[in-house]
T-cell receptor
Framework: DAGVIQSPRHEVTEMGQEVTLRCKPISGHDYLFWYRQTMMRGLELLIYFNNNVPIDDSGMPEDRFSAKMPNASFSTLKIQPSEPRDSAVYFC???????????FGSGTRLTVV | DQQVKQNSPSLSVQEGRISILNCDYTNSMFDYFLWYKKYPAEGPTFLISISSIKDKNEDGRFTVFLNKSAKHLSLHIVPSQPGDSAVYFCAASAMGGSEKLVFGKGTKLTVNP
């Protein structure tokens, strides 16, 4: 079990560019979550999926953010266009169900300059 | 509106002594609580959880206490070890089919040798 795999680990991009973050959840986990961590706001839930279907995207900050889960083994979080205030660590997590807690990936550190 | 609050950003403890990390919540619908530990450059890892039907759950050196009337939970680590130095996140979730976790901002624990 390789755990939740996120790529890239680090991303530096210029303001206005499109950024795509990727996540491979643990096989058999039906839930997938995207979180963002900043000093000011801590860990914020952006969106989560159940069986590849988006359930709650109320945490997505604005229309520049979008997330997809085309199949059970892959999800993307896209920011277009990126802005400096999007700089943060983005975590993906998966879960079999809530009683087992979440398994987090190592995160993608995004820097928008 | 912060539903899960960790009011102490940092805590410093001597090795061998007890570490007590606190967490308060405001949403009375929360019925499941978890603690996560996070090392630098890694994702949070699940540590221990407690359901609202209990007031205590123990796992080795880690014990979580829940006081529902005060909407307060705490994590006790006894004895504390230098390897426990990390950021600890409190998280909570509510019933009604809501699987998403709401996280506090975290408390950085430093255990001094």
């Amino acid at each position: 079990d390789a755990g939740v795999i996120q790529s890239p680990r680090h991303e530096v991009t210029e303001m206005g560019q499109e950024v795509t973050l990727r996540c491979k959840p643990i096989s058999g986990h039906d839930y997938l979550f995207w979180y963002r961590q900043t000093m000011m706001r801590g860990l914020e839930l952006l969106i989560y999926f159940n069986n590849n279907v988006p359930i709650d995207d109320s945490g997505m900050p604005e229309d520049r953010f979008s997330a997809k889960m085309p199949n059970a083994s892959f999800s993307t979080l896209k920011i277009q266009p990126s802005e400096p205030r999007d700089s943060a660590v983005y975590f993906c997590a998966s879960s079999r169900d809530r009683d087992y807690g979440y398994t987090f990936g190592s995160g993608t550190r995004l820097t928008v300059v | 509106d912060q539903q899960v609050k960790q009011n102490s950003p940092s805590l410093s403890v001597q090795e061998g002594r007890i570490s007590i990390l606190n967490c308060d919540y405001t949403n009375s619908m929360f019925d499941y609580f978890l603690w996560y530990k996070k090392y630098p450059a890694e994702g949070p890892t699940f540590l221990i959880s407690i359901s609202s039907i209990k007031d205590k759950n123990e796992d080795g050196r880690f014990t979580v206490f829940l006081n529902k009337s005060a909407k307060h939970l705490s994590l006790h680590i006894v004895p504390s070890q230098p390897g426990d130095s990390a950021v600890y996140f409190c998280a909570a979730s509510a019933m009604g089919g809501s699987e998403k976790l709401v996280f506090g901002k975290g408390t950085k624990l430093t255990v001094n040798p």
